[in-house]
């Protein structure tokens, strides 16, 4: 089975917000070398705790700086942006990774709605998501739009022999449809909702699926949340960062990441209490022995041949441990990359 990696940039309590930016290449490189497939990166806005607001400049620096892995956006926000510049901007990192670009667009504001009119104030932008998609699945491919298009004369430039793999991205049945409808790849959000929906998502995918020329078979992956480490003590200590970020999320709040030993000791109140107790008991941490085989069971379950995992820690080398024990249990072929 092939893993790949989802990096949301998390910005740690009492650090520069740069330095999630930093722990991202570091990291992309660290999973190049170890053998995983892809690596993606988020899109978030007005957030204290996930601060990769541009995942094409990051792609970018990451293609750059790396050999083997394919590099990807989970995703593009796309009702925020035209559809040209997007395409014209994942062209261009076509250019400079051929044939390892992934374009993972979603309908979501990644934001309060506040920030997204500020992106665009243009308010029935979602409304236009399916149209957007066929007008990216023309520009990144080279192909022509419908007749009567009114951009049917406009080409994304630079065009090349290679161009990047488009998919869609989602939590719920509407992603799940769209992408069927129009024969892309489909990614679904398993970490949003703790895998509620998840069955029905993927069978409404697979069943209504409408092969296209690049695609001619559905081609799915969800993306897990998990944590490994050396001990399941250590695991579940280092589980205490997101516990305490998930029990402020559930107010509406965005916040740092906060230690473990800071986690410890912090007041939680009632309800939040019992949202940290409900993740502890669901959450995928522990040793690679304990949490390969329960990714392996989800992914013959869902009849997936890749898993996209995202993993918070605190600490980055912790974050770093815990993909090297995941590749390790997995079998990777990993590789020998050079610093840049």
């Not at 990051?58 to 590099?71: E, F, G, K, S």
């Not at 409304?127 to 298009?149: C, K, M, N, R, Y």
């Not at 109140?269 to 990714?295: D, F, N, S, W």
Request: proline share 7%; with cysteine; glycine share 6%.
């Amino acid at each position: 089975m092939k893993l790949s990696v989802l990096d949301q940039s998390t910005a740690v309590q009492g650090q520069p917000q740069t330095l999630a930016i930093q722990e991202t290449l570091a990291l992309a490189r660290h999973c190049d070398s170890l053998g995983y497939h892809r690596y993606w990166v988020s899109e978030h806005h007005n957030s204290e705790s996930i601060v990769g607001t541009a995942p094409e400049v990051l792609m970018a620096a990451i293609a750059a700086t790396t050999p083997r892995i394919r590099v990807g956006s989970a995703g593009v926000m796309l009702p925020h942006y035209s559809a040209l510049k997007v395409a014209e901007q994942f062209r261009v990192l076509e250019g400079i990774a051929p044939g390892r670009i992934d374009l993972g667009v979603g309908r979501a504001p990644g934001s309060d709605r506040l920030t997204a009119l500020a992106l665009n104030p243009h308010s029935n932008a979602a409304d236009e998501f399916p149209q957007q998609v066929i007008e990216l699945q023309a520009w990144t491919q080279g192909l022509s739009l419908p007749e009567g298009h009114p951009f049917r004369a406009i080409n994304a430039h630079p065009m090349g022999p290679t161009s990047p793999e488009l998919w869609i991205l989602g939590s719920s049945d509407y992603g799940a449809q769209l992408a069927a409808h129009f024969g892309l790849p489909y990614a679904f959000a398993y970490f949003f909702s703790d895998g509620r929906g998840v069955d029905e998502a993927l069978q409404l995918y697979r069943r209504n699926y409408r092969p296209s020329p690049r695609y001619p078979r559905p081609q799915a992956t969800i993306c897990v949340w998990a944590l490994v480490a050396d001990t399941e003590a250590e695991a579940r200590r280092l589980l205490m960062t997101r516990e305490h970020w998930r029990a402020g999320f559930e107010q509406g709040l965005r916040r740092p990441l906060v230690s473990p030993e800071e986690a410890a000791v912090f007041p939680y109140t009632l309800p939040e209490r019992t949202v940290v107790e409900a993740l502890r008991r669901k959450a995928l941490a522990g040793t690679a022995e304990q949490i390969a085989p329960r990714l392996t069971e989800l992914a013959q379950r869902l009849d997936l041949d890749e898993l996209v995992i995202v993993t918070w820690t605190h600490d980055a080398a912790a974050r770093h441990r815990s993909y090297e024990l995941l590749a390790q249990a997995f079998g990777l072929a990993a590789t020998a990359v050079s610093e840049p």
